[in-house]
């Protein structure tokens, strides 16, 4: 059983499109974080998210964490190529013990010039 | 900030043969490392939590005879494939965690069996 539902699982876009990608679970989670990984390296951290309905922002990402600390979403604004990569939402399951970090299956985003 | 290090970044080796992966915190002291497998396309699948002088935990599934693991000081885990065949042919990742913050990700090895 995946925890984690990441979708779409392959997306491929123009630049200066707009894409969300959504991480959904039927387990409530203490905090959520979204990573970016390129072909050969480890994943990169690039927001953490802690409270229901919490939006943050870097740049053109937007992240948001669902109310009930379930789902989180990706959105990106005016894509370009160098957003392309897998990106991993990954969480810690609230009363399941701090250390465990569980990831979705990711989603594949293309960025196409 | 936090550095962790793992090498080799890349290994071709043949069948039957072993292959150690060193994961090290560079500036900080990680009481807790884990251990990833990467197939391609794929996500993470967590294959063990490393803990410093105590026995690794295994999930469900990987072997802990075929992966040994050992956490020796509060810098360094390795994890050992022994035997390896292609079937082990994988991208590995190990992660370390500072205290309770956030986990940093060593840059990963590619492991391919001939």
């Known amino acids: 059983t995946q925890l984690l539902e990441q979708s779409p699982q392959f997306l491929s876009i123009q630049e200066g499109e707009n894409l969300t990608v959504y991480c959904n679970s039927s387990s409530v989670f203490s905090s959520l974080q979204w990573y970016r990984q390129e072909p050969g390296e480890g994943p990169v951290l690039l927001v953490t998210v802690v409270t229901g309905g919490e939006v943050k922002k870097l740049k053109r990402l937007t992240f948001q964490f669902g109310d009930a600390r379930k789902d989180s979403s990706l959105h990106i604004t005016a894509a370009q190529p160098g957003d392309t990569g897998l990106y991993l939402c990954a969480g810690y399951i609230s009363g399941a013990g701090s250390y465990q970090l569980t990831f979705g299956k990711g989603t594949k985003l293309s960025v196409i010039p | 900030g936090a550095v962790v290090s793992q090498h080799p970044s890349w290994v071709i080796c043949k069948s039957g043969t072993s292959v150690k992966i060193e994961c090290r915190s560079l500036d900080f002291q990680a009481t807790t490392m884990f251990w990833y497998r990467q197939f391609p396309k794929q996500s993470l699948m967590l294959m063990a939590t490393?803990?410093?002088?105590?026995?690794?935990?295994?999930e469900q599934g990987v072997e802990k005879d075929k992966f040994l693991i050992n956490h020796a000081s509060l810098t360094l885990s390795t994890l050992t494939v022994t035997s390896a065949h292609p079937e082990d042919s994988s991208f590995y990742i190990c992660s370390a965690k500072r205290g309770n913050e956030k986990l940093f990700f060593g840059s990963g090895t590619q492991l391919s069996v001939l």
């Open positions: 490393s803990n410093e002088g105590s026995k690794a935990t295994y």
